[in-house]
């Protein structure tokens, strides 16, 4: 039962991470259509950012608990604004183009940060410093819990229920919809697609920053290519939640890290990828629009 | 008669070859970008600074060497093209690569080619081709299994041993190679696993170790990994100790296991600065000098020895011959003095001059050899 418990905290962490990550690629597929392969590399561009705030706070003689807020918003912002500007460059040129045209572009547009980093910061791994957020853990009847997986659960819930929140009870968040729905219907009744556009980058840019952050402190190590690795899981993630449906990116996140987690645990850490795998094809078979996915298209 | 004027044209062809090009031509195959990069251009630059020490004395039979680089991002396909691409560049010898992996898929290109080429790599099937031109010049896997198994069962006394390596040709071969000395010890190997290089996330499969409640976990890939493992082992509260293969000596994986990292064995054969030679000395200093770092680790310099064996091979031979080089590394060369200690190749071009030693990370970063005792 302690296996299990722990596995279950374990996959919670990583999971959320995958949701918060996921969330970036369901919204902008909700919107554009688009599937925002670079969205991976801005993660871990994102932890590259952080690390250099951290690193230029910690110096002056300011608390913890204060320069971590501070490290999560600079970087939530400088990310939005590359984010934004990805956009501008990588994909609103390309909006009435082929849809696969603007794939490649945001294939290409990852990798062009992906070696961005590389030359900035070098191939080597960065390594967080250790003693960011105190390395405390409680040990509940043999099962671990660390203080930073309590805030990786803690805050990405809050984040996922304020943007639950924000997308379904306020205007904008209608405005976000209605644009999901049809864009074209979205401008007759005088919303400005475009700013939801941007709106829709602030936001999933904000959130992925979020997560890598959440990586760059919780694993320490961060590499120039990590960005394939997490992005790859959280677009998986975003598919068996159902793309462009924001509480299926949760669930899928959430989902796929338990189930890595359990697969790892139970059956093999050998398989555990190719059971992610097997299990996406399943639910493309029996649920092609993934496990969230319909209710969308019932709300349309 | 026609076969005395094809000799003598292929003499011809051989004298005028060897004598036409004003440069000695040297190839790097390495990792310069990808995953690997920082060894690979570690390579680069060690292999670049030798050559350029060289050539400041006057070079190698009258002759400048020139260093070509190609970069096989450590995977088998690139590597391939890498191959291809330095033959068709007219080296005589390849430095590289880092991985067993990228090297294991160039060996039989330069094989058939005629050219020369030393790696680091670890992994034991790399001298089972039979492949003349071949020189592995780190000591073997099943060396340090060995010496592993010998470090668990004499040394530590550990009842319960868990493995994981990853899935690169050379951790899956280390890995194994310490299995089988370990049983053949009489050790008792609880679970054996594996891990995704690079997945960062390793609670899951240490959760699963920690119900088979082992001794000891051993690793066998890439410190970018292992400084993980340990650092998320010490946080579920695994009270067993970590044993590193030789990829987890480097110095960021201290780093990436912050505070866990000591008491961590690291199990590799002597770091530089332990070892007694001037060359080495005087080596490092040169290199940190013009790169401003020290070497990422000591596969940069078991690449540079390579080079450097086939320097003196064809100083001492007159030739650029690689047939007679072969040869001479083969059956002649005795330990030469090399940065990383005495150089001896059997006829495998299986380097069979090394010694493991098992070191502790202490709290302030340092190694201490634990193993053997003195």
Redesign the interface.
């Known amino acids: 039962m ?2 299990f418990f ?2 279950l905290i ?2 919670l ?2 999971g959320s991470i995958y949701a918060l990550v996921a969330l970036g690629y369901t919204m902008v597929y909700g919107v554009m259509k688009l599937i925002n392969f670079a969205h991976g590399d801005l993660v871990a561009l994102s932890a590259y950012i952080g690390l250099v705030v951290m690193m230029q706070l910690t110096g002056a003689s300011v608390p913890n608990y204060i320069v971590i807020p501070i490290v999560f918003i600079i970087t939530a912002i400088v990310i939005a604004i590359i984010g934004v500007i990805l956009e501008r460059i990588a994909y609103r040129p390309l909006r009435s183009a082929p849809r696969l045209s603007a794939v490649v572009s945001a294939l290409g547009a990852g990798m062009v940060i992906q070696n961005g980093i ?1 030359l900035i910061w ?4 960065k ?1 967080y410093p ?1 003693d960011v957020v105190p ?1 405390i ?1 409680w ?1 509940i009847g ?1 099962v ?1 819990l ?1 203080l930073m997986q309590l805030i990786i659960l803690v805050l990405s819930l809050v984040l996922m229920v304020v943007l639950y929140l924000f997308v379904n009870k306020t205007k904008i968040g209608t405005a976000i919809r209605a644009s999901a729905i049809d864009q074209l219907a979205a401008k007759l009744m005088g919303i400005n697609v475009n700013k939801i556009i941007v709106l829709i980058f602030i936001i999933g840019s904000s959130l992925g920053s979020v997560g890598g952050l959440f ?1 760059g402190m919780y ?3 961060i ?1 120039f ?2 960005g394939w ?1 997490y992005g790859l899981n959280a677009f998986v993630a975003a598919i068996i939640g159902g793309i462009g449906n924001i509480p299926g990116a949760m669930l899928g996140g959430m989902l796929l890290g338990l189930f ?7 059956v ?3 398989w ?2 190719a059971f992610t795998y097997i299990l996406l094809i399943i639910i493309l078979i029996f649920r092609p629009t993934g496990i969230l996915g319909e209710r969308v298209a019932e709300k349309v | 008669m026609r076969k005395i004027f094809l000799s003598l044209f292929l003499v011809l062809a051989l004298v005028v070859s060897s004598f036409a090009g004003g440069t000695i031509k040297i190839g790097v195959q390495a990792p310069i ?3 690997f ?2 060894e690979g ?1 570690g390579i680069d630059n060690a292999v670049r600074l030798w050559v350029e020490q060289v050539n400041a004395k006057g070079g190698l039979l009258g002759k400048k060497i020139e260093v070509i680089t190609c970069d096989d991002e450590g995977t088998a396909v690139k590597a391939a093209i890498c191959a291809r691409e330095l033959v068709n560049k007219g080296v005589i010898a390849v430095i590289g690569s880092y991985t067993s992996t990228a090297t294991e898929a160039a060996q039989a290109t330069y094989f058939r080619a005629g050219v020369l080429q030393t790696s680091d790599g670890t992994s034991d099937t790399l001298v089972k081709h039979g492949y003349w031109t071949f020189f592995r010049n780190s000591s073997p896997n099943s060396a340090e299994g060995k010496f592993t198994a010998d470090f668990f069962m004499n040394f530590k006394k550990y009842k319960r041993i868990a493995t994981i390596s990853d899935y690169s040709t050379f951790s899956v071969d280390l890995e194994k190679a310490v299995v089988d000395n370990t049983k053949k010890l009489g050790g008792n190997v609880v679970y054996r ?4 290089s ?4 390793f ?3 240490l ?2 170790i ?2 088979y409640n082992p001794d000891v976990i051993y690793f066998s890939g890439y410190y ?1 990994d292992g ?2 493992i340990r ?1 998320q082992m010490v ?3 695994i009270k067993a100790d970590f044993v590193g293969g030789d990829s987890n000596d480097n110095k ?1 994986f201290i ?2 296991a ?2 866990a990292a000591t008491g961590a064995y690291i199990i590799n054969v002597p770091l530089p600065e332990y070892l007694p030679y001037d060359i080495a000395k005087k080596f490092l200093a040169d290199y940190r000098a013009k790169y401003h770092e020290d070497p ?1 680790s000591i596969w940069t310099l078991f690449n540079v020895d390579g080079l450097r064996a086939i320097l003196h091979a064809i100083e001492v031979l007159k030739t650029t011959d690689t047939k007679k080089i072969a040869d001479y590394l083969h059956n002649e060369l005795k330990d030469f003095p090399g940065i990383t200690g005495p150089i001896t190749w059997d006829k495998r071009g299986e380097r069979i001059t090394s010694a493991y030693m098992a070191y502790e990370i202490q709290p302030n970063g340092e190694y201490k050899i634990v193993y053997p005792t003195k």
């Open positions: 302690e296996i722990q596995q374990n996959g962490t990583i590389m070098g191939p080597r791994p390594i250790a390395n853990y040990n043999g671990s660390g990586i694993y320490k190590g590499y290519n990590m690795i890595n987690a359990f697969i790892a645990g139970y093999s850490s050998t555990a990828d | 970008t990808g995953k990069a920082s251009q696993g594996k891990v995704k690079g997945d960062q996330n609670t899951p499969i959760t699963k920690k119900s970018t400084g993980l650092a946080q579920l509260g960021e780093k990436l912050g505070s990422p």
